[in-house]
């Protein structure tokens, strides 16, 4: 549907940003809020999607992320690796035909491990198709779910998804140590010490450190939050980079530089693109490829 | 102080037992209760402790455990590794001298990690002068937080703690995956199926592919949580284990079988100890060394 304007709809779990896309790829207008699928009751997306159009334009509307999940407005199936621009084109989910649509997520099997993405395709491929990165990478795109994505000729050639920034986040809530973790994490010397320690592996060790510091007095009260992210972040890079990997980053910057960090300690090189111009360039390359 | 009768007190967190011990070193009577340390309020320890001896005895008594730390009935500083019975006992915390001591905890520390124990330590005696494990012999007590200690000559040399068990807890009390983790845990197939997929060293993308694994119907809904427990029991003992290490095991028979099975999977030997047996003669051991 080349050469017409149209609603470019990131829906998540929380949030939702909603973009006006223009003939020629450009942004007209956007929009964020909180209104995200656990926000919305079953069978208040339609309305949802009406107010959306009175305030944006009444134009066809192109939406992607949780919104397509069992939780969402309709389930649209997961494709397969290797998947492309036109496997996501032609495996939409459509609530109208040429007028409202859900781009399906992808899935990875083999044997012994599945994964899942819903939404961070787009981003990936629009990575790629507007020259971010090149259409052979390995893109990571951090946050409760961290995402790494092998790109082979431009397509999703495989991925894993590590729950780093869950864990952190239950850390943090719940467990012994989370009354330690109240300062801000900054990738500096605790941060960078955590990406060090998680060298050995030992992960379930290192945490239960961060209380016995506390309790003999080793190291300060209230400062572990950048060790334990350091940890994390550590631990999940470590399994996927090597050293002279070049990973593209796809997050905010205040991730995006942790990341950065903790893949240089690596040996790796990162960069950080923006992730809302990878999203705008990849839902707009779907909906240029739609018969 | 040989040839006495003695009360010894497994004070823990949430739980207590007591034990009388005869001069003989045999157990007369013991009980147990959930007067650990959080149930009882500061200034309380004395009346529980007066309470104790009028139920079992009205004898000299030795308590172990949390009731040494600071939120308990007072702090017995921690004695530095090597640690053997008669630096516990020189280190002996007198609430009454003679009458009402509380045996210290142990701490190692090396450059970039420290360690603490409370009350493990008395275990870890026992099992050595009891002769249900060698001087020299790695030492495992799985748990909330699993300790493993090498000990050397009789003595608590290093030792190592892991928050296996509270990250198995706040998985499935508050993770995306909890509620696939509802089946008791086993060691059958998919206990020893983690245990296989920790060796890669991707713990936090192997937790992720439970939930991949679920939405995309790869495996049933409910019985992750043998999974998951041997994904993270496997990640502990891969820390600890080498092929042909024999452990030595102080547990409760459901939790030592776990650790068994993940051991033998890495190529290491277990043996199961009476956890209960090792505290007695341990803490008797203690109560002999006293000047």
């Known amino acids: 549907m080349r050469g017409q304007s149209f609603l470019a709809v990131d829906w998540g779990t929380t949030n939702r940003r909603v973009y006006r896309v223009g003939p020629d790829g450009a942004v007209e207008d956007t929009q964020r809020d909180d209104r995200g699928v656990l926000a919305i009751a079953a069978g ?27 939780r969402g407005w309709a389930e649209a199936p997961y494709v397969p690796c290797p998947a492309g621009v036109e496997d996501l084109a032609a495996s939409l989910h459509w609530i ?20 899942v993405m819903r939404g961070e395709e787009v981003q990936l491929q629009g990575a790629v198709l507007s020259g971010l990165a090149p259409a052979g990478a390995l893109l990571c795109q951090p946050g409760t779910h961290c995402k790494w994505a092998w790109m082979e000729g431009g397509r999703i050639s495989r991925f894993a998804t590590a729950m780093t920034g869950e864990i952190f986040a239950l850390l943090k809530a719940h467990s012994l140590i989370g009354a330690q973790m109240t300062n801000a994490v900054t990738p500096g010397d605790e941060f960078l010490r955590g990406v060090a320690d998680a060298a050995d592996g030992a992960l379930l ?44 980053i796809l997050a905010d910057p205040s991730l995006g530089v942790l990341y950065s960090a903790a893949i240089a300690a690596m040996g790796g090189k990162a960069m950080i693109l923006d992730s809302h111009v990878a999203f705008v360039a990849g839902i707009t390359h779907i909906w240029r490829s739609i018969a």
């Open 44 to 70: 208040g997306f339609e309305a949802e999607a009406n107010a959306l159009r009175a305030r944006m334009g009444d134009l066809p509307m192109l939406c992607a992320g949780m919104v397509g999940s069992n």
């Open 96 to 115: 109208e035909p040429g007028r409202t649509g859900i781009i399906p997520g992808v899935k990875w099997h083999d044997e012994g491990r599945s994964d």
């Open 205 to 248: 060790t290192r945490l239960f450190g961060v209380r016995a510091a506390f309790v003999t007095g080793a190291s300060g009260g209230q400062d572990a939050a950048s060790y334990v992210s350091g940890l994390l972040i550590g631990s999940d890079v470590r399994s996927q980079v090597k050293d002279g990997t070049t990973v593209h």
